[in-house]
């Protein structure tokens, strides 16, 4: 292992990877919006959503902990292979149980059957999960390099065998056998990191108090994240969760650029903090934010502009409902980057308690805001909800990481971006005047977009850009 990890090399790994998560869509989102129509990938968001806390119980918050405690060995080969083992016949003897009780959901089941059959495959892709290990040992090139051959696999499949809306029993099982497929793909490269431990060593259940506490935050994420969805399907219909579910892509998409900091960010922090290196904790903290705002405003701005180019010409006709969905949603950029942040600094200063009272406020403003708006607005309501719970839990998880990091760094990156950003924005606005939609036209737009906050950046002689352009990114060592 080398001494000094660079966190721009693994945040180039990552990022490479989010590219590619950012082109696939790209890509395959325009042509089955259109071949499968909304209803269809409704019907999916739908029951992946059903399927998805099924997983929040197999990972029982392993991954999160799973990932700090395996940074805190990184340099003890005997201690990190113990961890890995015990943690992982957690996880196995977790998933067994969820496999036993999703074969029990699956007799019970009658609508969308053969969408829960496939997704089987993603049930079994939960016991090969080793990401978490290789995360924790900052060692992000073996994720990067497994998954993105299997998603290119995937896109290749999905345009050639997904042909009409009857297919999409095809589209599911491509996707969830390329989870099972990527995840399998990553044991052969664990061996050099392991060393033999003998079984009577081995005790697994040291784990689970640290697990269960994270399980709790993990549960109530998956409440804001994932719930919305299932209660807009079973009060409106699935054709709504569809509009919510395409939507949710773009913002991904988009959020994926500070994702990709913020995921290596985490196994960092962890060992600075563990050796008491605040001030240079402080340093990452600092930069990070001004990544973050210098990203994240001018997405927002941009795209709540363009949203009336970008939801046409993405998704094709039938898809008009999306628009003032994608102008809401927008504003995650900056609230959910923000508390993506401090989220993982609470958690690599262990402070469990003060994340989960977070999140879990967070999921319980969102339930409530839920059932007042989803029958009056339908997916509109749930967008609302998802933003104000956002904002609450970004502001009560700052509140938290106070005493540790410095009040100021927020405050100055927000009002050093707005300028720009808002010189970006009077220049899109005035842009629309003119232009049709079209696809021409969202290019024009986009790179108009960028071309004039860069360019608002430069003559500003702003510094944090000058260190990224002129020195590599050393600031992230």
Known sequence: MDKEKSLKRNYAYNLSYQLLAILVPLVTTPYVTRVLGPEKLG???YTSAMVSY?????????????????????????????????????????????????????????????????????????????????????????????NSTVKLISVILILTLVKSRDDLWIYAFILCFSALLGNMTMWPFIKKYLCRIRRKELHPLRHLKGSLELFVPVLSIQIYTVLDQTMLGAMINTTQVGYYAQTQKIINLESSLLFSLTSVLMPRMTVLLSENKVELANSYYRKVVSFGFMLNLPMTAGTILISKYLIPVFFGRGYRECIPLLRILSFIFVTQGIGQIAGTLLIAMKRQKQYTIAVTAGAVINLICNGLFITRFEA???????VFSEICIEIMMLHYIR???????????????????????????AA???????????FILGVSGVGVYSLLLILRKDIFLKELLHKGGRGFR
């Open 403 to 429: 005493p540790t990091f410095e009040k100021g760094a927020l405050k100055e990156a927000f009002f050093n971006y707005l300028p720009p950003t808002l010189g970006m924005s009077l220049v899109l606005w």
């Open 432 to 442: 629309e005047c003119f232009l049709e939609v079209n696809l021409i036209s969202l």
């Open 380 to 386: 509109k309501g749930v967008a609302a909800a998802s």
């Open 43 to 45: 019907d999916y968001a």
């Open 54 to 146: 099924f997983g929040i119980v197999a990972a029982l918050g392993t991954v999160t902990y799973a990932q700090r405690e395996v940074a805190c060995y990184q340099k003890a080969r005997e201690e990190r292979s113990r961890t890995f083992y015990e943690i992982l016949f957690l996880r196995l003897f977790m998933v067994g149980i969820v496999f036993a009780a999703y074969c029990v959901f699956l007799f019970l089941a009658g609508t969308y059957r053969v969408l829960y059959i496939i997704q089987l495959c993603t049930v079994l892709s939960w016991a090969f999960d080793i990401s978490w290990f290789f995360q924790g040992m900052e060692d992000f090139k073996v994720t990067v390099i497994r």
